[in-house]
């Protein structure tokens, strides 16, 4: 089934996106339908974050569901608010849209991006549909708040660095989507692509998830991160943005960085150095973070928290210790995205 | 001069145009550096609006400079906080760009962007920048704080409606350049189109101001409008949007709906009906708003305020009344950008 946009137009597709939506956040006074959302944050700090997403730029069609880009989208967003030890609370969302996509497709999206709120008890307060003459654009905007906001800038000497979770599978991910969409196009038969086995790249790559579940570990232990970054970019890139902010610099050890078993077989398979996807490849949305010495037997503790080393003084340098123990400086190469500009 | 924007990379051109930014405003804690800006709001409701604007939907590169495109991109989510009866205080900025803009020409869009945002006092606390396969996309966010936050949904029956600055202008404009444009491309000869004696609907179209100083007059004034909305989609379609939140009817006079000399040189020039041009032309940026009876005198004493007619409720429907005394019954025809999926 397909209906076109213009035989409901942007009114009646809005209507029609955000008829259930029920705020669950104290802070959400009014959300959509007016020239602006209206939100109250008496007694905490309020975050904002935002992200323009473009097809062919930040994701590719051909592999990525609506839904599982609805739901990317969304959690990016978590991802950065989460990172500031904060709570996402609410989420603006502009698609524009090329001919091409019917008013199901809109809803697949949307679809994705309300699975992802739900699961975060986050609202939807700002919708924003119109046309695109190629692509399809999406613009995400979250706002959140925190009572003790945790920026890049507070890691001292000495501090320990953690990081949730694994490194490198989403990056794994995105090689396996990209290496069978060639394989495909490259053969007249319709054969379907091998993914078994490597579900969790794909997932990794497809749908990931924001680490709200870390922020609260780390509350409920009554660690307070001194410094702390979502790793959009790859760890180096993060680790980097620490060392600059707080003024100190760092040794992280390879043997140390947390890294999946499907990761590294597939590394193999592709005949690439496995820490450099570690420390390069983007999108995990994991947590990087330091915390203070003392608190050491506490992280420890934590389930899924890696430690990976440790900051010392700027002069220092920041470096990886590989595994025969080698030093080598930490080079942000970062993920391609944003760094570059194509086409 | 001609810079290629990887020769600085996305971090480097973000903390280029960024590095002379100081907030303003005392609810900015943190601006551009982190995952997330950090903003306080213990005393005010908090205003959160968004765009996406598109190359080609949108705008025509053509003819718009870069620095009136970013003027009017912020311009119109201020328009938006306004709208609300609040003020703007914080922006941010997402782009994508492809190959064809230069880092000379971001600076052209962040130096409209910045101007705006000086004229307004608003700080920009979060940037952006990253590539697009075709044209230009640009997303703002736009937060701002009222005391006393003015809804679409507050007209009651009897009450006024009035309208500040005059409209159909900046949809002249439009047609103007469009026609110039035309011109332009039918011709081999490098011809100059003539805009003298134009240059109002020029800058009504290409540099809107949003009616902060009207927000500010009606407060001075001791007015609180029962309803407010800004003028972005066309009168008719705003107007509609106020009665259906309101539950009420309308009564509107077009004899009373304020037209600039130019519009009506242009609009008989075009052999466009000038109360359509009005009515349904958008992008003003005017407020419209309705205030009780008994402010009458008050608000008939402020400069630039038209008073268009009056609410009623609404079994008698909403309707202009032409200068023959005839009913028509309003449509919202509005304003074409987003409400089809063009291409």
Redesign the interface.
Known sequence: MRT???TL???GLIDRLTASITPVNEST??GV???????????K????????L?????FDLTYVPLKHLGYKAAMVNFS??Y??N?KPR?L?I??????R?SVEDVEELYAGIRLACERHEVDV??G????????L?I?C????D?AD?V???GAKPTDLICVSGDLGGAYMGLQLLEREKAVFHGQKEDIQPDFAGKEYLLERQLKPEARGDVVKQLSDAGIRPTS???ISDGLSSELLHICK?SGVGCRVYEEHIPIDYQTAVMAEEFNMNLSTCALNGGEDYELLFTVPLEDREKVMALKGIKLIGYMTKPDDGSCLITRDGQEFALKAQGWQ???????
């Open positions: 076109e946009i213009s137009g942007e009114f006074k009014r339908g007016d020239d602006a959302a209206v939100l109250s944050y008496p007694d700090e309020v975050l904002v974050t935002t992200d323009l473009m097809e062919g730029v930040h950065d608010i990172a500031m904060g609410q603006t502009s698609v524009a849209l090329s001919k996509f307060v700002g924003d549909t119109s046309s695109s003459l190629t692509g654009a613009s905007t979250c706002i959140g925190a906001v920026y890049r800038s702390m970054i979502d902010q995205h944003d760094n570059k500009v194509s086409n």
